[in-house]
């Protein structure tokens, strides 16, 4: 049975040209990028070009920026950690940030921290943006991950000029323009795994490099902001495949949209009670989500899954807790027989319309045992 | 997550729908971690489950514990079928994921409750 991946939002697989590098001899030789001999040299002028190359990709000024981690969940910490290292403060989290940065920003009340959780509309845009000063912090994600919502972090950035703006571009990157320079953020996490590089790796970009306070101790790798070996392999996989995203996003965007497009038109049309979520106005090119009446969201994915198509709940659920998504609560949208349909880069018509074709028949078998 | 049988049942599930008519009692049951529901209509006759069905908004394990629910009641004399409890389901499904223990009890619950009126 040929699959259809339908959920890049949670891991996309290896581009192409990453699994040729991890594949090949010479990823399998590097040495450790701290040593001194060649195998070591090696590894370390890979580590230190694929520095400048992401920095240029991101926009950011200074390849010093750059600070490779092992993912998304990561470089939210190291991030909110480095931001709150002054006296406490008052802090402002949206809420629909994914829980990576959710639960660090939570923890910052034990710590003397003021923190707001800030209301977003139907759409899942931000209500209203809080007034904050030198010294606090506004953590806004470049976009959601459940619904693609794509947030206006310029209105952030008006909003507290002053104040350390955390982004969490790791949805975003690939999908939409992610400029650090341009988004006038202090710090922006990466996770190579949401764009077809291997999972493991990732970055943060940060303004000010001699701000970060590291989470780990050891080495003093990566000037001592982030200790721990770097892992040259996945580091030089994690720029071939940021250099591919960036480098095809505008193309690849466009056709990416016409086939979520074409799905949701498939799927509005073809079943009754569906109602789709998220910014129609701002929304990110490949994301899908939909709630399907009557239906439990898991059931659904069990039963795609088993017709070959992978998605995924638009819940928090996968645990079997049941309970509901706090993206979805905190939009007051439907939180039952919610689907997120995360399209990659390359799906073809006839892909599209097979998927579609499974959901709407799944939808309608399950309505039948539920009638 | 599911077992080949747990999952067959939620696939293929047995004994789908809804009686209706004289003798038919219903039993129904939620599963309060998630808001899932399910139906169980049976008609006794001759002293056993002469027919049953059953009908579920729920989740996979929702619909494969009722579905398992179901066919172990058909024909089963009413003494035996009020004896169901939720490990005889568990086990015939094993192995049987913690976080769905609420599915096999709203399951077993809806039987009970049918099996209640009769």
């Not at chain 1, 230190?48 to 490779?68: N, S």
Request: overall charge positive; aromatic content about 4%.
């Amino acid at each position: 049975m040929t699959r259809i991946y339908l959920d890049h939002n949670a891991s996309s697989p290896w581009r192409p040209a990453v699994a040729r590098w991890m594949r090949s001899a010479r990823a399998g030789r590097l040495g450790n990028p701290s040593s001194l001999h060649r195998e070591g040299r090696a590894a370390r002028a890979l580590v230190e070009a694929a520095r400048v190359h992401i920095a240029r990709r991101l926009g950011a000024a200074d390849p010093q920026q750059v600070v490779f981690v092992s993912g998304g969940t990561e470089a939210n910490n190291l991030a909110i950690h480095a931001a709150t290292q002054g006296r406490p403060g008052r802090a402002a989290v949206t809420s629909i940030e994914h829980p990576a940065v959710l639960r660090p920003m939570a923890a910052l009340a034990q710590r003397g921290w003021q923190v707001e959780t800030l209301p977003v509309t139907a759409a899942g845009q931000v209500a209203g943006w809080p007034d904050l000063g030198p010294g606090d912090v506004l953590a806004v994600m470049r976009a959601n991950n459940e619904t693609g919502t794509v947030l206006d972090l310029a209105a952030a950035r008006r909003s507290a000029p002053d104040a350390w703006l955390h982004c969490d571009a790791i949805q975003a990157i690939g999908k939409i323009a992610v400029d650090f320079e341009a988004l006038g953020v202090d710090t922006l996490s990466v996770a190579g795994h949401k764009f077809g590089a291997p999972l493991g790796v990732g970055a943060l970009v940060v303004r000010d490099p001699n701000r970060i306070a590291p989470l780990q101790l050891g080495g003093g790798q990566e000037r001592g902001l982030r200790s721990g070996t770097q892992a040259a392999a996945l580091i030089e996989a994690l720029r071939i495949a940021l250099d591919e995203a960036i480098g095809e996003q505008q193309a690849r965007a466009a056709h990416t949209a016409r086939q979520r497009d074409r799905l949701e038109v498939l799927l509005t049309q073809g079943v009754a009670d569906v109602t789709v979520i998220g910014d129609p106005r701002a929304r990110l090119p490949n994301t899908l989500c939909l709630a399907f009446g009557g239906v439990s969201a898991e059931a659904l994915v069990v039963r795609l899954d088993a017709l070959g198509v992978a998605v995924a709940t638009g819940s928090a659920c996968s645990s079997g807790s049941g309970k509901p998504s706090h993206v979805l609560t905190a939009m007051g949208a439907p939180l039952r027989g919610v689907l997120r349909i995360s399209l990659g880069p390359d799906h073809g018509d006839a892909e599209i319309d097979t998927a579609g074709r499974h959901i709407v028949s799944a939808v309608a078998q399950l309505r039948r045992i539920a009638a | 997550m599911y077992s080949p049988l747990a999952m067959d049942h939620f696939l293929r599930p047995r004994h789908v729908g809804k009686l209706a008519g004289p003798g038919v009692v219903s039993g129904v049951a939620t599963n309060t971690d998630c808001g899932d529901t399910a139906r169980i209509t049976l008609r006794a006759a001759g002293g056993a489950v002469a027919e049953v069905a059953f009908a579920s908004d729920g989740c996979a394990g929702a619909i494969a514990a009722c579905s398992a629910t179901a066919a172990w009641l058909a024909g089963k004399p009413l003494d035996d079928a009020r004896a169901l409890d939720v490990a005889t389901i568990e086990r015939l499904l094993a192995p049987w994921p913690d976080a769905k223990k609420g599915c096999t009890a709203m399951a077993v619950a809806a039987a009970r409750a049918a099996l209640a009126q009769t």
